[in-house]
């Protein structure tokens, strides 16, 4: 699925127009993206949590070659899916809590 296809999908579901569902996922998306470049971390209850993560240097090799290069250091996004969004992918049903 991409995003036209997400697009679609939202403005039916929600019985909205096309627009308003691109500018609602472009929102929601954008929103995130800030905030996770900022270093904070944004969860979705039953959905997952969007993170940044730092990843150390490295030394890795030239697969042609098998040469050694530096890589740097730096830092990357990281989404970890939620209990319910698992139970769904797994095709269970999520356990509830007591």
């Not at 039916?12 to 609602?24: G, L, N």
């Not at 996922?25 to 949590?49: E, N, Q, R, Y």
């Amino acid at each position: 699925m991409n995003k036209s296809e997400l697009i679609e999908i939202t403005a039916k579901e929600a019985d909205i127009s096309k627009a308003a569902a691109e500018k609602a996922l472009s929102a929601v998306m954008a929103a995130i993206v800030k905030a996770v470049s900022k270093g904070d971390s944004v969860t979705l209850v039953g959905f997952g949590s969007f993170k940044s993560s730092k990843r150390a240097a490295r030394v890795g090799r030239n697969p042609q070659t098998g040469k050694e290069l530096k890589i740097a250091a730096t830092t990357v996004p990281r989404f970890t899916a939620g209990a319910t969004f698992k139970a769904a992918v797994a095709g269970k049903k999520a356990a509830k809590k007591k």
